[in-house]
């Protein structure tokens, strides 16, 4: 386990992203490749050493971690990255095949075509990412592309309350996730997948869309380790 004071020291820049965005972002990077593991306690004056900034930013930022889900607070014994259950992923992924389904299913009812021109360019440059080497890095980035196309599969639907409910789940199994598209496997079932749901959202067919999305999360929810194999998978991930 990657000790806080073994982190890089990160600088952080003045640009137009608030300083405790630019850490919450950064942290969120490192609870997903799992440089800081589940159940590893987090000092914010340690964290405030290693970005080179006061304490204020860096208790904002575990605050958007924690309204994440991805740490949580414990009255007298402090902040730890948050160790799900295998109950937990489960109803994770059992509301996510309740409400994705009935994004998509809009989405395709209001879609227009810039919007699905945007969606293939996500997917072109995800199937470019998709044929280079496995390693950390790429899995890392084939996760983001991953969410950034569903996020903007379902965003036609306009149903913002759900988008953000859907955007919630997703983070909050995101470290799981990562481990899982670290295989070279998962990347051409990907792709698949969208592929097929590009096609549907060009026919306008929600209902055949929504029943592929609903099957295909079923199906990956089958596929996921217990915790205790993820955190196998974790160790030698970075050994």
Not at 165 to 194: C, F, K, V
Request: proline share 3%; charged share 25%.
């Amino acid at each position: 386990m990657t000790r806080l004071s073994e982190l890089p020291v990160t600088t952080i820049k003045l640009n137009n992203k608030r300083m405790s965005e630019q850490i919450f972002e950064q942290l969120c990077d490192w609870i997903m490749d799992g440089t800081l593991r589940a159940g590893q306690k987090i000092s914010e004056d340690e964290l405030a050493d290693r970005f080179g900034v006061s304490r204020m930013p860096v208790r904002e930022a575990v605050r958007l971690l924690s309204a994440k889900g991805l740490v949580e607070s414990i009255p007298y014994i402090g902040t730890t990255v948050r160790v799900l259950t295998d109950h937990e992923v489960r109803e994770i992924y059992l509301l996510r095949s309740v409400l994705e389904p009935l994004a998509s299913s809009k989405a395709a009812e209001y879609i227009i075509d810039v919007e699905l021109e945007q969606l293939q360019n996500i997917q072109t440059e995800l199937e470019k990412n998709a044929k280079l080497p496995l390693s950390l890095s790429t899995s890392k980035e084939l996760y983001r592309l991953n969410k950034e196309f569903h996020m903007c599969m379902y965003a036609p639907s306009r149903m913002n309350t759900l988008l953000k409910i859907i955007d919630g789940l997703w983070d909050s199994i995101a470290n799981i996730r990562m481990r899982i598209a670290y295989t070279s496997i998962y990347p051409q079932q990907m792709q698949h997948e969208h592929r097929d749901y590009i096609h549907c959202l060009k026919q306008r067919d929600g209902e055949t869309l929504a029943q592929l999305v609903k099957k295909n999360l079923e199906f990956h929810a089958k596929q996921i380790p217990s915790i205790d194999k993820l955190f196998e998978m974790d160790q030698a991930l970075h050994q």
